[in-house]
């Protein structure tokens, strides 16, 4: 299932596996690297890990 969420800048980002996205997120919230906005990478897979967890806890809840 396919769905977007924004990064940092704004920008949407498509996600067709959950799974996969919040472990890159994961993996790269520690990078110091600068984007051109000024933003570090890592500050940019943080904002978007609490996106997809949020996205991966409502999946969870049961239907009412």
């Known amino acids: ?3 977007t969420i924004r990064n940092i800048t ?3 980002i ?3 596996n959950l799974a996969e996205a ?3 997120c994961r993996e790269c ?3 110091p690297y600068k984007m051109p906005s ?3 990478v890592g ?3 943080a904002y978007m890990l609490r996106q997809l967890l949020a996205l991966r806890k409502a999946r969870r ?3 009412r």
């Open 61 to 63: 809840r049961p239907l």
């Open 14 to 16: 498509e996600v067709d």
């Open 43 to 45: 500050e940019n897979h």
């Open 1 to 3: 299932m396919k769905t």
């Open 10 to 12: 704004g920008e949407v």
């Open 22 to 24: 919040i472990r890159q």
């Open 38 to 40: 000024g933003h570090t």
């Open 29 to 31: 919230m520690g990078s």
